[in-house]
């Protein structure tokens, strides 16, 4: 790939994620305090506020090579810290989804779980733990992971072992098929 063609790529990667995020990133000032409140910041390959630097320099590709936007956990608490009032985890997740359409998942394990977690609520409405543990260690190959985990939560019965449907599923399933006809319209408009 030429220079020139890199730039046109790069051009068009920031443009559409400007348009999907729908985030203001040229507010951010560096400041750092959402780095500093990330409750998985330790465990990341860059702090979250450089995600935001490369996000405001357009180098989205680099951004979504990252294994930062894939260790999030989206629980906005860089959102809520933002003097500037930035939305850090939509860029977050932005640049999660824009990752997996366009063949950067850097931590593929975190993406099966995710995978695994959908399709247990799209099918029960809920979260049904066991299938989860058993979903993700079957999807990553490691299938013993966290299983001493199991035996103390079943014996307090924190864990449910027999799964149950949410009542009102038609609901939860017309929900899911909304979002996902957002979803396509959203990919049609790139
Ligand atoms: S907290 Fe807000 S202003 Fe500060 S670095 Fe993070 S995104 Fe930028
Ligand atoms: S939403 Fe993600 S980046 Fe933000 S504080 Fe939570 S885990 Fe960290």
Redesign the pocket.
């Known amino acids: 790939m030429t220079l020139n063609e890199k730039q046109m790529q790069n051009e068009e990667l920031n443009k559409e994620f400007l348009r999907r995020s729908g985030v203001d990133v040229s507010k951010c000032y560096q400041c750092g305090k959402?780095s500093a409140?990330?409750?998985?910041?330790d465990h990341m390959d860059i702090p979250?506020n450089k995600v935001m630097r490369l996000a405001q320099m357009g180098l989205i590709e680099d951004a979504m090579k990252s294994s930062a936007i894939w260790l999030?956990?989206?629980?906005?608490?860089?959102?809520t810290r933002c003097p500037k009032g930035v939305d850090?985890?939509a860029v977050?997740e932005t640049l999660r989804i824009m990752a997996k359409e366009h063949g950067y998942v850097a931590e593929k394990n975190v993406d099966k779980f995710h995978s695994v977690w959908m399709g247990i609520v799209g099918s029960m409405g809920r979260m049904y733990e066991p299938g989860l543990i058993v979903g993700r260690n079957v999807s990553t190959g490691k299938l013993f992971q966290d299983t001493s985990y199991g035996v103390p939560y079943i014996a307090k019965q924190k864990l449910k072992l027999v799964p149950y449907k949410c009542k009102n599923m038609d609901e939860i399933k017309s929900l899911i098929s909304k979002a996902e006809a957002m979803d396509r319209e959203e990919r049609g408009n790139k």
Do not use: R
């Not at 409140?37 to 910041?41: L, Q, R, S, T, Y």
């Open positions: 959402c409140g990330c409750p998985v910041g979250t999030c956990a989206s629980c906005s608490t860089c959102t850090v985890a977050m």
